[in-house]
T-cell receptor, first 116, second 110 residues
């Protein structure tokens, strides 16, 4: 069964509004979660590493004020796309792995965001 | 800079064919290599390889790692249309996020 749950799976919003995406680890604690973005027919692009109890680490070129990440508990990380614009339309995927360096990364089912 | 390179980028085969997907990596403090299958949604985990020469197998899929030559292959025998997907390879150093390749888009036609 799924080990990482992501919600919502699909969201359509108007330009200028904010959208929150939730990522939950099921039956395990994740001190670190990862947020990816994927454009059509392209590979995963790491946006940021979400750290429980501390600030997220953003990849170069990703605006931290645009993509707010909160990892308030060991099982929940959220990504908020603030003041969304059509160019933010994309597929956003979160991931987490169980404790231990050798446990595989598991992905949520992704959120398809469409900004009109 | 760590990198993972997959080849071919795309592949079209007929049902029943056998395919081999390639993945080479340069990952500092390498610990493992992972293969994922991505259809319409998020990637699903296939294999994690940590040791050279030990084949991992799941049904018609198998994979092996060569830590000396820094590559891995994913084999799919007797392909089916349901195998059509993007196959992603990723290198894991343990302390940093996975480094993904660009993927191989496999299309299996009837």
């Amino acid at each position: 069964g799924a080990v990482v749950s992501q919600h919502p799976s699909r969201v359509i919003c108007k330009s200028g509004t904010s959208v929150k995406i939730e990522c939950r680890s099921l039956d395990f604690q994740a001190t670190t979660m990862f947020w990816y973005r994927q454009f059509p027919k392209q590979s995963l692009m790491l946006m940021a590493t979400s750290n429980e109890g501390s600030k997220a680490t953003y990849e170069q070129g990703v605006e931290k004020d645009k993509f707010l990440i909160n990892h308030a508990s060991l099982t929940l990380s959220t990504l908020t796309v603030t003041s969304a614009h059509p160019e933010d339309s994309s597929f956003y995927i979160c991931s987490a792995n169980r404790q231990g360096l050798d446990s595989p990364l598991h992905f949520g089912n992704g959120t398809r965001l469409t900004v009109t | 800079e760590d990198k993972v390179v997959q080849s071919p980028l795309s592949l079209v085969v007929h049902e029943g064919d056998t395919v081999t997907l390639n993945c080479s990596y340069e990952v500092t403090n390498f610990r493992s290599l992972l293969w994922y299958k991505q259809e319409k949604k998020a990637p699903t985990f296939l294999f994690m390889l940590t040791s050279s020469g030990i084949e991992k197998k799941s049904g018609r899929l198998s994979s092996i790692l060569d830590k000396k030559e820094l590559f891995s292959i994913l084999n799919i025998t007797a392909t089916q249309t349901g195998d059509s997907a993007v196959y992603l390879c990723a290198g894991n150093s343990g302390n940093t996020p996975l480094v993904f390749g660009k993927g191989t888009r496999l299309s299996v036609i009837a």
